[in-house]
C-alpha cells in the first residue's frame, strides 16, 4: 500500500491526480487500484477532463445542499463540507493493465475539495486479478 499526499490551495476545488495514481500504478500488474480518502471533508471520484466541469460539478453540488444555518451539528461551512463529502464518496476504484490505469479517453481521477485549504492524504492500495477474461476466436466472450 501506498499513500499520496495533496494539498489544496482553496476552499473548494477539484484536483486532478491522475498522473499521481498513475505513476503509482506503473508498478502494478493486472488488478485494480484502489484510492480512499481518509478525511470527511474532501472526496474523490472520476470526472472528464473538459474545461468548466470542475465548476458545474460544485454549482450542482450547491444546489443539492443549499448554504443554511440550520444544520445541528457544528458550523454550517463545515456541516456542508461533510455532507457534500459524503455525496460524492471517499473512494475510488480503478482497473490497472499491465501498469497502466484503465480510464476512458476523458476520464480523469479528482479529489474534490471542500473545506481547504488543507493537506489530504489519499492510501492506495492494489489488488491483484483474481481471473482473467475468458477470449474465444475472433475476439472477447
Not at 473545506?115 to 481471473?131: K, W
Amino acid at each position: 500500500m501506498s499513500a499520496l499526499t495533496v494539498r489544496s490551495k482553496a476552499r473548494e476545488q477539484v484536483i486532478d491526480i491522475t498522473e499521481d495514481v498513475a505513476a503509482l500504478a506503473a508498478s502494478m500488474s493486472d488488478g485494480v487500484c484502489s484510492l480512499f480518502i481518509q478525511h470527511t471533508t474532501c472526496a474523490l471520484t472520476v470526472l472528464t477532463n473538459e474545461e468548466g466541469i470542475a465548476e458545474d460539478l460544485l454549482s450542482v453540488l450547491h444546489g443539492l445542499v443549499p448554504q443554511t444555518t440550520a444544520y445541528v451539528h457544528d458550523s454550517a461551512d463545515h456541516v456542508r463540507a461533510h455532507v457534500l463529502s459524503a455525496l460524492v464518496g471517499p473512494s475510488v476504484s480503478v482497473p490497472v493493465r499491465d501498469g497502466r490505469l484503465g480510464l476512458g479517453q476523458f476520464q480523469r481521477i479528482v479529489l474534490v475539495e471542500f473545506e481547504g485549504p488543507r493537506q489530504r492524504t489519499i492510501e492506495v492500495a492494489a489488488g491483484a486479478a483474481l481471473y482473467s477474461t475468458p477470449t474465444r476466436p475472433g475476439g472477447p466472450a
